[in-house]
């Protein structure tokens, strides 16, 4: 008789379901990586992106919850959420075409780090000296993999910084929406705001690929996009998102290997170490906030971490 309990079980499952839509994720950059290589515009690549997410969200989504999935209770919002996200995704996928997967992926790994200092005066948030030492640390290790001070410094990086910017904010609106909007609207609404915003300008030079293979990945790229955020809202459901938060650190290995078999390109010591103390240093600011919740469950008054 198994000695695993259901929650351990569902927690198991949760962290496992995670893992993929974190792999997901990879295949996005690693595809995107490829078409732009292959000479495909990046913008014709944002958007075959989001035109595949959002037809994936239709036929998941409408034949559910009809036309009310489009309903949203704050379509403000969720057009500046949607602009954050195209944002991010039109600089990574521009930065890929000059960086190695493994960089761009661990610049973006200092996206908690980056939510935390931003919600301070967006969401009114407490943050102590301790984590306020983790984010500088975090950046720290930024540098580390950006080496400014290095021949192998690249001023695409800054793209990636940027995006960087961009994906915080758009996790800090996902924020804000929480409890307000239907998975369903989100999904909707990101994927297909991006697609009408980007078609005007991905159309009209519109490349063919050259090769079935291209084209091949060039129809999935969006499939991985929608599936990365469907199988990551199903872990969600599954497993405590604080339990979760870590298991987005594994996209390193994934990535490392996307970039190796791929590309034939290894990691450098400079990513590695600079990825290992962004890690450490989100990691840190997720125990805190663990620690903060908990505090909170007990006592109902706001206290720094």
Known sequence: MSTV?????????GVGAMALAVLFFTCIDTSAKWLILAGLPALQVVFARYAGHFIVSLIVFLPREGLAAFRS???????????????????NFTALRYLPITITTTIMFAGPIVVTLMSIPILGEQVGIRRI???CTGFLGVLVVMQPW???????????????????LYFVMTRMLAGIETNATSQLWSSGLAMVCIAPFALPGWVWPTSALDLGVLVIIGVFGAMGHTVATYAHRLADASILA??????????????YLVFNALPTIWTLTGGLIIIGAGIYIWHRERQKVGRRAKVPTRESA
């Open 150 to 168: 290095g021949a192998e410094f690249h001023p695409a990086m800054f793209l990636s910084i940027a995006a960087l910017t961009s994906a915080a």
């Open 246 to 259: 870590p298991v987005v650190y594994v996209q390193l290995l994934f990535a490392s290997a996307a970039g």
């Open 73 to 91: 209770n704050s379509p403000k919002w969720q057009l500046l959420r949607a602009t954050f996200l195209l944002g991010s995704t039109v600089l």
């Open 5 to 13: 309990s259901p929650r351990e079980e569902k927690t198991a499952l």
């Open 133 to 135: 030492a983790a984010v």
